[in-house]
């Protein structure tokens, strides 16, 4: 019999704990919940302002990038029309022919008075 006292004792104080308890359980989970809440705002409001600046960021370095692009570009064109201006400098001078270039060689040399050596000189 001491049992079944004790079982009772034990539930009304059960009972009695959840009693108490259930007024605190809706404004403690309402506390929590509005903390939860308030931390993701602010988590999502950080996050979504470092996006912001990256975007930025990354919208800056495209425009440096397209410039330097634009820049790199205008000096390779820049460049071959250079080496084009050389190739048709120069390419008249490949179509001397051989026999002039030689003709010019030996007039040089014989205005500093050397004579080749297929001339005669045995």
Not at 27 to 55: C, D, F, K, Y
Not at 69 to 89: K, N, P
Request: net charge negative; aromatic share 4%; no cysteine.
């Amino acid at each position: 019999m001491n049992t079944d006292v004790s079982e009772s004792t034990d539930e009304t104080e059960i009972g009695d704990l959840t009693e108490q308890d259930s007024p605190k359980l809706p404004s403690q989970l309402e506390h929590r919940a509005e903390r939860i809440r308030s931390s993701v705002a602010r988590l999502t409001s950080s996050s979504i302002n470092e996006l912001e600046g990256l975007t930025l960021e990354l919208n800056a370095l495209q425009e440096f990038l397209k410039f330097e692009t634009d820049r790199v570009q205008r000096e390779v064109e820049s460049a071959l029309a250079g080496i084009r201006i050389i190739i048709e400098t120069i390419s008249p001078w490949k179509s001397i022919p051989t026999s002039t270039k030689t003709q010019k060689k030996e007039g040089l040399n014989a205005a500093k008075g050397f004579k080749r050596p297929s001339d005669g000189a045995h």
